[in-house]
């Protein structure tokens, strides 16, 4: 009883320093989130919730763990003030402190039972079961259809930033041989232009 009582607080001081972030990209992964946060703190772990009504079962949510609760409420008001990049692109994340049902992991609490079991047709309960069931088939095919859309624009949206970027780097490559050839120097005097000595 003992071990699990101190199990318990430590879990519970674990739930302090967590906190859990919605609305990210299917496409962000461990590396990136980490990247972004670790600016705020020192990030312990990172555990994306997936979804299993949604697609592949995508995670579009995670718990990140902070080292200390302070730095957990430093990320919230960042994140609630601050436009949230992500790979070079805003998202709308959403942020909030943590709570123990978030975690798959958390330890029984002492005292605590859980029971299952099948519902007759004949059960007053049945009825409602029927419609949250068809509720939640329903829910599934609409996120599908969502998320599919969403990873469609995100893809699109990365082949135009990668496309541009490319644009930019051969412009800069061009600026840089017409300047180490003495080309532009040249153009200078031609049209008696002065220009900035680079080399300086």
């Known amino acids: 009883m003992e071990a699990l009582m101190?199990?318990?607080?430590?879990?519970?001081?674990?739930?302090?320093?967590?906190?859990?972030i919605d609305n990210l990209s299917p496409l962000a992964k461990e590396s990136v989130l980490k990247a972004?946060?670790?600016?705020?703190?020192n990030v312990i772990q990172v555990e994306f919730i997936r979804s299993y009504l949604e697609m592949k079962g995508m995670a579009c949510a995670a718990l990140v763990e902070m080292q200390s609760a302070k730095e957990a409420k430093t990320i919230i008001s960042e994140i609630r003030n601050s436009p949230f990049m992500i790979s070079g692109m805003p998202r709308p994340v959403r942020a909030c402190s943590a709570v123990a049902e978030m975690f798959?992991?958390?330890?029984?609490?002492?005292?605590?039972?859980?029971v299952c079991r099948w519902l007759k047709t004949s059960d007053p309960d049945f009825e409602v079961a029927m419609k949250m069931k068809l509720i939640v088939r329903k829910h599934a095919k609409e996120v599908n259809f969502l998320l599919k859309r969403q990873l469609e624009e995100e893809e699109e949206?990365?082949?135009?930033?990668?496309?541009?970027l490319n644009i930019i780097y051969s412009k800069f490559e061009l600026i840089e041989d017409v300047t180490k050839s003495g080309t532009a120097t040249r153009l200078a005097k031609h049209y008696k232009m002065r220009i900035a000595d680079v080399d300086r």
């Open 6 to 20: 101190e199990e318990c607080a430590s879990f519970e001081d674990k739930v302090k320093r967590t906190i859990y």
């Open 36 to 41: 972004a946060l670790d600016q705020f703190g």
């Open 104 to 114: 798959d992991d958390r330890p029984r609490k002492p005292g605590r039972k859980i």
């Open 157 to 164: 949206l990365a082949k135009e930033q990668s496309e541009s």
